[in-house]
């Protein structure tokens, strides 16, 4: 009888305590049948049809919030996506105009900077450095929005997301201290392909090597010398770098003739080679502007040093620097102007 008895003291106490709760005192109402003082609009739509309070109060206790739980899941999941694809949409076609981007023609004539080698090489360049600057950009936006979209899902499931923040700030400091070589050579590459200092089909010496660049990626570098070693460079290591590509180049010829020639028939005959050569096919395409005989450079024992400069298209000043010195041995030969040896 005394657990009757407990039994019957705990039902009038729930029954005491019943009307204490807001929704309580509202039989009869979706309030009440859905337990809630602010039900939700799908319970207050299930009291409406059903009008059953036993029903709303099961889908209120097992079916309401873990389904507002799901459809939040799914709503942020297909934002993020939208989202994400619509940034990768922006991103690809940003890229690719900053690469495909050229100069204006008065730009261009006032600078005097045209781009003389294969198209081929040109158009791999630019597709080259679309698809790395694309890559990393759309790899970091893809990082953040779902990211920020895996965290709120964490969040509406009743997650505690301080320890996990915690934790993935420890873990972040810890991989940035070992692996600050390879931070410092990806954000060089990534500064190295905004500012386009380089590309593939460039000549470039970057002090520890000199050579051809035959591919590009964030962490490094690769290039192949004269001697056909391929040198790979890591980008952060990468202090300096001089480009004999870029927009245009110089051939300086210093040609040295014996003391005893007149020089002024010296740079006449040098100015008229350099002319004739300039005005030639395939030359005049190379040559960008009239060749100018600066005059005497040095002094050097028995000899004069006679300096010629010839502003060329990228990378063509050794073609044209070997052409001329073959023109000039033959003006000589015709003109009887000797050729002297410059003192050690």
Not at 18 to 24: C, F, I, N, S, V
Not at 28 to 36: D, F, L, Q, V
Not at 230 to 241: A, R
């Amino acid at each position: 009888m005394s657990s009757a008895a407990s039994l019957s003291a705990l039902l009038a106490a729930a029954r005491v305590a019943e009307p204490l709760l807001p929704w309580a005192d509202k039989a009869g109402t979706p309030e009440a049948a859905c337990k809630s003082q602010d039900p939700s609009i799908a319970c207050r739509l299930v009291w409406n049809v059903s009008e059953n309070t036993g029903f709303t109060q099961f889908y209120a206790t097992w079916l309401d919030k873990p389904l507002i739980t799901l459809l939040w899941i799914i709503v942020t999941f297909v934002v993020a996506l939208i989202v994400k694809n619509v940034a990768h949409r922006m991103i690809t076609k940003v890229t690719l105009r900053m690469a495909e981007g050229t100069m204006s023609d008065r730009v261009k004539e006032r600078s005097r900077t045209v781009f003389e080698g294969s198209p081929a090489l040109l158009n791999k360049r630019r597709a080259q450095r679309a698809q790395t600057l694309g890559s990393v950009l759309r790899s970091i936006a893809s990082i953040l929005i779902m990211g920020t979209a895996a965290f709120s899902i964490l969040g509406s499931l009743g997650l505690n997301l301080a320890p996990i923040l915690a934790s993935a700030s420890v873990i972040g400091v810890a991989v940035g201290f070992g692996a600050q070589n390879i931070v410092k050579d990806f954000l060089a590459g990534l500064f190295m392909l905004l500012e386009d200092q380089y590309g593939v089909g460039d000549f470039i010496d970057v002090g520890t090597a000199k050579g051809t660049v035959e591919a590009v990626t964030l962490r490094v570098t690769r290039m192949r010398d004269m001697d056909g070693i391929v040198w790979y460079v890591p980008n952060g290591e990468i202090k300096k770098v001089g480009n004999e590509s870029q927009n245009w180049g110089r051939a300086v010829l210093d040609i040295p003739v014996d003391i005893q020639e007149d020089t002024e028939k010296v740079k006449e005959l040098l100015q008229r080679t350099a002319d004739e050569m300039a005005a030639d096919a395939p030359w005049s395409d190379i040559v960008l502007e009239e060749p100018s005989v600066w005059g005497v450079q040095a002094l050097a024992g028995d000899a004069i040093v006679i300096r010629v400069v010839l502003k060329t298209a990228p990378g063509k000043q050794g073609d044209v620097a070997r052409e001329l010195r073959e023109r000039v041995k033959r003006a000589f030969d015709e003109a009887g102007v000797t050729v002297a040896t410059v003192a050690p």
